[in-house]
Nanobody, 120 residues
């Protein structure tokens, strides 16, 4: 079965940058991968998706500040986050599915999550 392991979370000051990493094991060919986040008391929110052939799709709320990329040879994806704001504080999750990975119900496997805290 697919396993996803995130890393790179932590604390950062307002305006700072962080890059998250997610390593996937046993990822089926053709899978899409994505990043989600969930703030305390809020619903899980899709942020960015990268398809098996490298196409990137973003939520409107983060497309100007966040960038998703992948290293196919290493089965890793990354999320580069710039100009972080206090409202970016949340648990960030790596996810994968067969298609449309920005659609919550299409996600097949979740990582365990990594916390990001943005403080002023």
């Amino acid at each position: 079965q697919v396993q996803l392991v995130e890393s790179g979370g932590g604390s950062v000051q307002v305006g700072g940058s962080l890059t998250l990493s997610c390593e996937a094991s046993r990822l089926p060919y053709g899978s899409c991968m994505a990043w989600y986040r969930q703030a305390s008391g809020k619903e899980r929110e899709a942020l960015a998706e990268i398809t098996y052939d490298g196409k990137q799709n973003y939520a409107t709320s983060v497309q100007s500040r966040f960038s998703i990329s992948k290293d196919s040879a290493a089965n890793r994806i990354y999320l580069k986050m710039n100009d972080l704001k206090p409202e970016d504080t949340a648990m960030y999750y790596c996810a994968t599915g067969d298609e449309r990975c920005l659609v919550l119900r299409k996600i097949r496997t979740w990582g365990q999550g990594t916390q990001i805290t943005v403080s002023s």
